[in-house]
């Protein structure tokens, strides 16, 4: 059974930096595209980052281009969101997904972490 | 990226059908047949129910049908029971390999 599971969420302070992280377990992690989907309290789902098989290519929503950066380690079947600058509008739970192998939807979902910008 | 457009809530009774528009441009929705739906309930996680406009995945019920005409997909659900009740999500791939996903509908199951 596929499972993802997050951690590392928490409150931090305006321009504050925080990493969220994803496990991954029974998947060959390696073959999947990898992504974070956001949601903040009572609102919609908010694509925020991609990151290919071989981190090859890596891409973000534009209002986190230059504060966030994804990344993942195969050997250790883990992914990571680092989170910097953070501003309230960050304040979401953050979802660790799999892209599907056609490429074109997200076939599994973490149980979303929640991280709070707040002073 | 503007998020998709979808309406804000529907509504039907057991047993109706009801259906979920979600309107893109022609840099999303109109150029690529990537469009994928997700259910919400309450407290969870999204649950994938569609993707590449029609085709459902293993184990969901085939109550739940896609289809797209132009900058347009749509979401259809028969024979409305009320565990349907849930916040449902369009999603499109994009010009650019982002990604884009509507703002969202309420069902209620009447």
């Known amino acids: 059974e596929v499972q993802l599971v997050e951690s590392g969420g928490g409150l931090v302070k305006p321009g504050g930096s925080l990493r969220v992280s994803c496990a991954a377990f029974?998947?060959?992690?390696?073959?999947?595209?990898l992504n974070w989907v956001r949601q903040a309290p009572g609102k919609g789902l908010e694509w925020v980052s991609s990151?290919?098989?071989?981190?090859?290519?890596?891409y973000y929503t534009d209002s986190v281009k230059g504060r966030f950066t994804i990344s993942r380690d195969n050997a250790k079947n883990s992914l990571s969101l680092q989170m910097s600058g953070l501003r309230a509008e960050d304040t979401a739970v953050y979802y660790c997904?799999?892209?599907?192998?056609?490429?074109?939807?997200?076939?599994?979902w973490g149980q979303g972490i929640l991280v709070t910008v707040s002073s | 990226q503007s998020a998709l457009t979808q309406p804000a809530s529907v509504s039907g009774s057991p047993g109706q059908s009801i259906t979920i528009s979600c309107t893109g441009t022609s840099s999303d929705v109109g150029s690529y047949n990537l469009v994928s739906w997700y259910q919400q309930q309450s407290g969870k996680a999204p649950k994938l129910i569609i993707y590449e406009v029609n085709k459902r995945p293993s184990g969901v019920s085939n109550r739940f049908s896609g289809s797209k005409s132009g900058n347009t997909a749509s979401l259809t659900i028969s024979g409305l029971q009320a565990e349907d009740e849930a916040d449902y999500y369009c999603?499109?791939?994009?010009?650019?390999?982002?990604?884009?996903f509507g703002g969202g509908t309420k069902l209620t199951v009447l």
């Open positions: 997904v799999r892209e599907g192998l056609s490429g074109s939807s997200f076939d599994y």
């Open positions: 029974g998947l060959t992690f390696s073959r999947y595209t």
């Open positions: 990151i290919s098989t071989s981190s090859r290519f890596i």
């Open positions: 999603c499109s791939y994009v010009y650019g390999s982002t990604v884009v």
